[in-house]
């Protein structure tokens, strides 16, 4: 599953925060900035900016609806294949 994102957007906060890996690939389609700010850092942000700090939680939300959409949108499908073989065997 690919996203695109605009100027601004934290990508791999949620992994930064909670001291994980970030296992996904961004690719720049234009050209951008970027700038990686180690764990620390982000941390300091958190404790000193509550723009920041709001700014963060939006993102984590976004990121969240983001899995949970994955989750459901798998278990549809699982469920889904699960009825067909349950037809095939009994029809």
Known sequence: MSRTVGAGHILGLLATVSDQPYL???????????????????????????DFWLQAVAVINDEMKLIRKRVMTSNHKK?????????????
Do not use: N, P
Not at 27 to 38: I, P, R, T, Y
């Open 79 to 91: 469920v889904a294949g699960k009825a067909g073989e349950d037809k095939a065997s009994t029809g």
């Open 24 to 50: 996904k690939t961004a690719e720049a389609v234009a050209d951008c900035e970027f700038s990686s700010v180690d764990r620390i850092r982000v941390m300091s942000l958190l404790d000193r900016r509550a």
